[in-house]
């Protein structure tokens, strides 16, 4: 029987099931990559329009990835994001000053936490890069501590980027969440 998708090559026959070739299966999961890495979804999960192009990192599991600035770290991360959303993960990409300074906008207008907090606690792989850029406020360190909780007490996948080793974060993001990244985190070093 020939292929129902190409009518060319011939259907192949798996433990008694008949299944459209190899050829248009190949082009199929192709296609299905293809569409998941679009600019349009690499857009909405958050990762900035000038890191589109990063090749995919193929690296599983929570990571903390650190390193100097411009030693490639936004890179790397968005590689993994795409390795992630190529095999059909959900992901969110944030810069951590910037989503909770959104967040924090929101806060002085009672919009629920909470709800604008909810797809990076629940996506598959949340990717957080550059935390630590400066010493963090108490709310900072707070509002990360419940991200970063939430993450581990269910085994989620978190990638997190910064610029120096877990020991220099302590100052910056508080020893609760350095001990959760501690223990979630295979460590990279960038330098
Ligand atoms: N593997 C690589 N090979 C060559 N160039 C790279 C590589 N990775 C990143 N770059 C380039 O290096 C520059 C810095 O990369 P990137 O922004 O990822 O670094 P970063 O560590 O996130 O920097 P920052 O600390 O400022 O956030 C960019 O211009 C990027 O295109
Ligand atoms: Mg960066
Ligand atoms: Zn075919």
Request: proline share 3%; net charge negative.
């Amino acid at each position: 029987m020939k292929c129902p998708v190409c009518h060319t090559n011939e259907a192949r026959l798996e433990s008694g099931i008949l299944l459209i070739c190899l050829d248009c299966e190949t082009r199929m999961n192709d296609d299905v990559v293809q569409l998941r890495l679009s600019k349009t979804n690499l857009e909405h999960i958050g990762i900035p329009p000038q890191y589109h192009d990063a090749p995919i990192q193929e690296v599983r599991g929570s990571n903390y990835v650190y390193g100097n600035p411009g030693t490639g770290k936004t890179t790397y991360v968005v590689g993994i994001a795409k390795f992630y959303m190529s095999i059909g993960a959900s992901v969110q990409f944030m810069n951590v000053m910037e989503v909770l300074a959104e967040l924090r906008s929101l806060v002085f207008k009672n919009v629920a936490e909470y709800d604008f907090l909810y797809k990076y606690l629940v996506a598959d792989v949340l990717v957080m890069d550059d935390v630590g850029v400066r010493k963090n406020s108490e709310w900072h360190e707070q509002t990360l501590y419940l991200i970063l909780n939430h993450r581990l007490n269910h085994g989620l996948v978190t990638v997190v980027t910064g610029n120096t080793n877990l020991d220099g974060m302590v100052g910056k993001l508080g020893e609760r969440c350095v001990s959760r990244l501690e223990r979630m985190c295979n460590l990279v070093c960038l330098n």
